[in-house]
């Protein structure tokens, strides 16, 4: 291994993810090992868990940065490696090469900052239920009522973000899950969750109106500002969709044909069991304007009742205001009314 301290950490901090698996610690211990550590019997075991320090977080098949440390501990001391701890390191297949890494490494970079446009086509989905979670007036109402019982910011990491816990693979949960009532932490993290549930997000990011962002701002940030709890201060506030899916796992060892190996049609009718509505292209713009003419007619409907009208005239009077003709069945006004 012929490269520097400086060329491996550099190299590393190329890598999308260095903050959840900080490897500077191991990277430069290693480097600091001397001759007669470097002839220790073990120290090719190391070389082999070292290469993968800088493999892509998301194929490491163990905590590589652990597993290193533990391997440096050993040998820094004078200790064999224990023989569970060589049979780990001797499973180990070697590390990916450049080749594989680096489109890997680019995919990971567009999930830290949010992007998934470069394996999707129907962006404008995404887009249109961004634009319309942000104007839905019950998604606002329910993170006012949660910002007034939790100091909500107390909660938000480095970059803004208070996120939701993780739905692994096979619906299997985190060790956290159990449901616990006994610190506000807790109980700010169940509310947390289930406020993520009912609108498909994997969190909120929010910061300071004017100060400089640290991080690139998601697509289609949002930009209404709402008070900070606890604080006269403003805030952005985005709601960050996704997360409560169906999850296709595609074994690494198939030659995949997306067209031949799935049943799409089991699959598809699986995932409508969710209550997913129609969207596209042409549906998105009607119902962003049935969902104005929703609003349009609930103002209308207050305008109404405080003017002292009741019954058959302030449904005429309200559907003579949107527009519509005199012989509409008033039930279409009431499924209009009905829309949130």
């Known amino acids: 291994m012929n490269s520097s301290l400086p060329e491996d950490l550099e190299r590393f901090g190329r890598m999308a993810f260095v903050r959840a698996a900080n490897c500077a610690e191991a990277i430069s211990r290693f480097h600091q090992l001397n001759r007669a550590t470097r002839e220790n019997p073990d120290h090719d075991l190391l070389r082999k868990v070292y290469e993968w320090v800088f493999a892509p977080m998301s194929v490491w098949p163990v905590d590589v940065r652990g597993l290193c440390l533990h391997l440096l501990d050993c040998i820094e001391n004078g200790r064999q490696v224990d023989e569970r701890a060589r049979l780990l390191c001797e499973l180990l297949s070697d590390a990916p090469p450049q080749a594989v890494c680096e489109p890997i490494s680019e995919y990971e970079h567009a999930v830290k900052e949010g992007s998934y446009e470069s394996l999707i086509r129907a962006q404008y989905k995404f887009d249109s239920m961004e634009a319309e979670l942000c104007e839905n007036a019950k998604f606002k109402a329910d993170w006012e009522r949660l910002k007034r019982q939790f100091p909500v910011d107390k909660y938000r990491n480095a970059r803004g973000v208070i996120r939701r816990r993780r739905v692994e693979e096979r619906n299997f949960r985190a060790s956290d899950w159990r449901f616990s009532w006994k610190t506000e932490a807790e109980r700010f993290q169940v509310v ?7 609108w498909n997000l994997y969190g909120i990011e929010g910061r300071k109106v004017g100060s400089p962002s640290p991080w690139p ?3 289609g940030e949002g930009t209404e500002k709402l008070q900070i709890s606890n604080s006269k201060e403003m805030t952005k506030r985005t709601p960050l969709l996704t997360p409560y899916r169906t999850i296709i796992m595609v074994p690494r060892y198939w030659s995949f044909d997306p067209k031949r190996d799935l ?15 129609r969207q596209g292209p042409k549906l998105d713009p009607s119902r962003a304007a049935r969902r104005d003419e ?13 003017g002292g009208l009741k019954g058959d005239r302030r449904t005429q009077w309200v559907m003579g205001k949107l527009g519509w003709d005199a012989r509409t069945d008033e039930s ?3 499924r209009l009314m009905r829309q949130g």
């Open 263 to 277: 049943k799409w049609g089991a699959i598809t009718k699986l995932h409508r069991m969710r209550e997913v509505p």
């Open 332 to 334: 279409r006004l009431r």
């Open 192 to 198: 947390f969750d289930a406020f993520c549930h009912r």
């Open 294 to 306: 929703a609003t349009r007619a609930k103002e209308l409907w207050k305008e109404a009742t405080k």
């Open 217 to 219: 701002s998601p697509p």
